[in-house]
């Protein structure tokens, strides 16, 4: 299990920024694929950005390209995502995931993933 803790999460205008993080505890870990996932009110979980253990293989949500960008710091054990030009409809509950043992990443569906962290809102006013 790889514990999680999400931080970074507030309230922008749209067109504004902010940068998540995601923080894993201090053991040991092999090979943690990562990725990011939101959920708004009253719909599902969906992917918003996953990358490789490495930190070299990267994907992204169509409705996301080009504005979020994922990155990790696996010296900290900490994965980032930076939101660029936010838009309302970026309003969610964002979560880290994280699953060990995984040497072909990154992944992109929720069912891949084991491991989830507690969740930080993101909140884009027009």
């Known amino acids: 299990q790889v514990l999680l803790v999400e931080s970074g999460g507030g309230s922008v205008q749209a067109g504004g920024s902010l940068r998540l993080s995601c923080a894993a505890s201090?053991?040991?870990?092999?090979?943690?694929?990562m990725g990011w996932f939101r959920q708004a009110p009253g719909k599902e979980r969906e992917g918003v950005a996953g990358?490789?253990?490495?930190?070299?293989?990267?994907y992204y949500a169509d409705s996301v390209k080009g504005r979020f960008t994922i990155s990790r710091d696996n010296a900290k054990n900490t994965l980032y995502l930076q939101m660029n030009s936010l838009k309302p409809e970026d309003t969610a509950m964002y979560y880290c995931?994280?699953?060990?043992?995984?040497?072909?990443?990154?992944?992109?569906?929720?069912?891949?993933?084991?491991?989830w962290g507690q969740g930080t809102q993101v909140t884009v006013s027009s």
């Open positions: 995931a994280a699953r060990e043992y995984c040497y072909r990443g990154p992944l992109r569906s929720r069912s891949e993933y084991n491991n």
């Open positions: 201090g053991r040991t870990y092999v090979s943690v694929c």
């Open positions: 990358i490789s253990a490495g930190g070299y293989n990267t």
